[in-house]
């Protein structure tokens, strides 16, 4: 790349940035959101600097950490969908995985959809579907096809400067900024217009919302943009006391048992996860403290008096609630992601009718998700995951109302399908559950030069503190978790096909569509890994105490996701 290009994860920073500004400006609720994930944040924080002497967070690093984002998009026609394609590439944002979201049984929507993000540096990711008009009746397809025919989302310079970036491998930063504006003024804007009303409510009272959602309106507009919290369960007891769902008394016991809980559960692994600017080093000098209890107790004090600034009265603002369960494992299981949500706000629209007639209602479709990413999981432990999941939601189902009736018993019996996952990331890596990053400490590498090393057991190995390891973070979507939101914020479960066969879709669909491949992650997560195996065996002089068929894996890997990330 030219040095007088653009940085990619640089414009990836600024283009998400903007973006929050954006959609902070169009949703005051996401806004305001914002400010109580950050007074949660510093409530973890406080409680972090207790434990640890010596962890401390600036106010610039706190914005910095709290920048991660997750969008997500949905499109209407292929033509557009290769258009964003090529526009995320020009920010270094691939795609990522296939969600085949027609095939989730009762949650299914008539989309598909793939992950945009950079394979080594995804801080941001966006989820963008595609609406398949062929799961619907000709007569249907033919009408949401006609509507969008015309729609032109990407204007002459948007598509002008992301031929260009991808013709010279770059863009100055010029053309970058530009390309950002074109994104938040136009691409992923929310304008409030639509067209063909009469559509749009056969389409809503047919179950199909999220199509009417794509094909009624005239831009890519943003559905939600996801911060990263610090502690999920913290954030949603907060949002639910300032959206007067709680009481202060409720809140503050709550409060008070996620700080202590937190207290256990916030090991070095959990700061390295969460602190990513931190060295494992650095965490490694910090002394634990005991807590007294009075001081968890002034914690929640003062979390709950910056909650009740006037400020955070987000019952003033109009809104529909928040959602009543997290989705993703229990607060005990650092796997995958935990999400949660406020439901989707019911919005004024203007339908301009091709009579020239105008008819001025609401739309509800943008909610306001929040989610805390964790360890990614191996092939091994997501079927572990996906079969916990299912005891989970079937015990849910035989019992609805517990949430209601006894929140903390809810809590117990969901976390109980969870209790066959360690709770550590050592244990969670030594059942092969989980992606890690090894490295040689120098006292490794020290002892294995004078071959003092007598073991190649990587727990072992990083219990001698001759090796260290940081969980490597998932920087996917849940499809199954998806579902969940689609469904309680739209206040109905998924839909069925009304085509006389329902098409059935593949990643080769998607991939035709855009004219590129998906980067399978696992791929990338497993070959960073085993890349860092290697090394690190080789770095303590241990690398010929493996035996060659685990060597030659891992070679595999490594250049399996060397080809897939292009380097
Ligand atoms: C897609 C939702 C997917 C998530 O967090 O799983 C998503 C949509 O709302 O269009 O963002
Ligand atoms: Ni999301």
């Known amino acids: 790349m030219s040095a007088s290009f653009a940085n990619k994860t640089e414009m990836q920073n600024l283009l998400f940035a903007e973006l929050s500004k954006m959609f902070g400006k169009e949703v005051p609720l996401y806004d305001k959101s914002l400010l109580v994930n950050k007074a949660c944040n510093q409530a973890v924080c406080a409680l972090l600097r207790q434990k640890y002497r010596g962890f401390e967070i ?86 949401i096809e006609a509507l969008l025919a015309p729609r032109e989302v990407f204007s002459a310079r948007a598509k002008e400067l ?78 639910k006391f300032c959206l007067a769902e709680l009481s ?38 910090y002394s634990i403290q005991t807590i007294p209890e009075s001081k968890v107790t002034a914690l929640v004090q003062a979390l709950l008096l910056r909650l009740q600034q006037p400020e955070l009265a987000l019952n003033k603002l109009k809104h529909s609630g928040f ?13 995958l992601l935990r999400q949660d949500s406020y439901k989707a706000l019911t919005e004024p629209v203007r339908f301009q009718e091709a009579d020239g007639s105008v008819i001025d209602t609401t739309h509800t479709a943008r909610f306001g998700e929040i989610e805390q990413r964790f360890y990614a999981t191996t092939p091994k432990g997501r079927a572990r995951y996906d079969e916990c999941l299912a005891q989970a939601e079937k015990l849910r189902g035989a019992d609805p109302d517990l949430i209601k009736r006894d929140y903390a018993a809810y809590q117990q019996v969901y ?26 400490t120098a006292k490794g590498v020290e002892a294995g030069r004078r071959q003092a090393i007598h073991s ?46 329902k098409p059935v879709y593949t990643q080769r669909t998607l991939e035709e569509i855009m004219e590129r491949s998906i980067i399978d992650p696992n791929v990338t997560y497993a070959g960073l890994h085993a890349e860092s195996l290697l090394q690190a065996y080789g770095a303590l002089g241990k690398l010929n105490d493996i035996p060659v068929e685990e060597r030659n894996q891992w070679e595999q890997a490594v250049a399996a996701y060397r080809v897939t990330v292009g380097n």
């Open 58 to 143: 600036s106010e610039a690093q706190l914005e910095k950490t709290s920048g991660e984002r997750h969008g997500a998009i949905r499109i209407g026609k292929p033509e557009e969908y290769r258009w964003i394609a090529k526009y995320f590439a020009a920010f270094g944002l691939l795609p990522h995985n296939f969600y085949d979201m027609t095939n989730l049984g009762g949650k299914s929507q008539p989309v598909i959809a793939t992950a945009f993000r950079s394979p080594l540096h995804p801080e941001h990711r966006v989820f963008t579907s595609l609406l398949m008009t062929d799961y619907f009746d000709p007569d249907t397809k033919r009408r």
């Open 162 to 239: 992301t031929l260009k970036s991808e013709r010279e491998g770059g863009l100055t930063w010029d053309d970058a900024n530009a390309l950002i504006r074109e994104g938040t003024t136009r691409i992923f804007k929310w304008t409030g217009k639509a067209r063909d009303h009469r559509l749009y409510q056969e389409l809503s009272k047919a179950g199909f919302k999220i199509a009417a959602d794509i094909a009624c309106f005239e831009a890519h507009h943003l559905n939600h943009l996801t911060p990263n919290t610090f502690c999920m369960d913290l954030y949603t007891t907060a949002m």
């Open 248 to 285: 202060a008394e409720v809140f503050a016991e709550r409060a008070r048992h996620v700080l202590e809980f937190l207290w256990g559960f916030a090991d070095p692994d959990y700061l390295k996860l969460h602190f990513r600017h931190l060295s494992a080093e650095e965490i490694a000098r």
């Open 323 to 335: 959602k009543d369960f997290t989705e993703g494992p229990p607060a005990d299981t650092p796997v």
């Open 415 to 440: 976390a109980s399908c969870f209790a066959s996952f360690p709770k550590t990331l050592g244990g969670l890596l030594e059942q092969g559950l989980v992606y890690g990053r090894y490295t040689a």
């Open 456 to 501: 190649t057991d990587l727990g072992e190995l990083v219990r001698h503190g001759y090796l260290q390891v940081e969980g490597l973070r998932y920087e996917d979507f849940l499809p199954f978790s998806a579902a969940g939101i689609f469904a309680s914020n739209l206040g109905q479960y998924g839909t069925k096909s009304t085509a006389a066969d």
